[in-house]
């Protein structure tokens, strides 16, 4: 398991198309939001007899100063190896207009020596330009029409407010190491309202019936062989950026992640 890939997942789904998002077309909400992770017993497992967790999100920020995403998420597997811990923490920032960007993240397994991808990336007439600190010094030139992570949200939220149901294009959010594109697509349902098997930190006041929409976000590695995703995650998408319902889907096994807090953070003003 690479437990970068639970970072991917969430700033995606709490996280696709080339174009941009019109200014103000869809306002993300501060928020800090906690999720126990489980094994997803839906799902046959391998190599994998159980599974608990958790991961912290925070989103911060707006449009005109940029949005800054703190993620934390430690997880042990029980394998037929033996017992298996992943801990994870990403830091990044990215303005308004996904021009800019700054991330570093921390992998550690079994608290051995850790896994580590820092940088920053400029868009420069289209085009993303990534100087890596970690895992080793370099600069790194990316595909045109590459989406970062908030653009992505955002992409996806205003496909979802506009009925529309598949969207794909390139992400970049410099794990695991720095260097990677995934190609997306993403599969998104009708939206609803219905509190019906919320759990409570769900119906908060400022959740309260607002419109949800199911999100299925398949990964692939740009220039890998085979049609087999890396990794697909699902959850329920409101339409101001928080997220509830995790599925992250491994392949060989699954996990679970419930909504056990939530917490809306304070909103500065923003002209955009």
């Not at 941009?20 to 306002?27: E, H, I, K, L």
């Not at 912290?56 to 940029?66: D, H, K």
């Not at 991330?103 to 079994?110: D, E, G, L, S, W």
């Given at each position: ?242 997220s509830r319902a995790l599925k992250l889907d491994y392949g060989d096994f699954a996990l679970r992640g419930t909504l056990t807090s939530y917490e809306a953070l304070p ?6």
């Amino acid at each position: 398991m690479s437990a970068t890939v639970s970072v991917r997942a969430l700033l995606a789904a709490a996280l696709l198309v080339t174009a941009a998002v019109p200014a103000g077309a869809v306002q993300l909400s501060p928020h800090r939001a906690t999720y126990a992770l489980s094994l997803d017993s839906s799902k046959p497992a391998k190599r994998v007899n159980g599974a608990k967790g958790e991961i912290t999100y925070e989103l911060r920020g707006n449009s005109c100063a940029g949005y800054s995403v703190q993620l934390r998420q430690s997880t042990d597997l029980d394998t037929e190896g033996g017992r298996l811990n992943s801990a994870v923490t990403t830091a990044t920032w990215e303005d308004g207009d996904g021009n800019a960007y700054r991330f570093r993240v921390t992998n550690t397994i079994n608290g051995e020596s850790p896994e580590e991808a820092d940088g920053v990336a400029e868009r420069k007439d289209g085009q993303l330009v990534v100087r890596a600190t970690k895992p080793e010094t370099e600069t790194i030139q990316l595909t045109k029409g590459v989406l970062l992570p908030t653009q992505h949200i955002l992409s996806v939220l205003a496909k979802a407010q506009q009925g529309d149901s598949i969207l794909e294009a390139p992400v970049y959010d410099g794990s695991p190491d720095a260097r990677k594109i995934f190609d997306t697509l993403s599969v998104i349902g009708r939206g609803t309202s219905d509190p019906k098997g919320l759990e409570g930190p769900a119906t908060a006041p400022d959740l309260s019936g607002r419109t949800r929409y199911p999100v299925t976000i398949s990964y692939y590695e740009r220039g890998a062989s085979g049609q087999t995703p890396d990794y697909t995650i699902s959850f329920d998408l409101y339409d101001n950026g928080v997220s509830r319902a995790l599925k992250l889907d491994y392949g060989d096994f699954a996990l679970r992640g419930t909504l056990t807090s939530y917490e809306a953070l304070p909103q500065e003003a923003c002209s955009k």
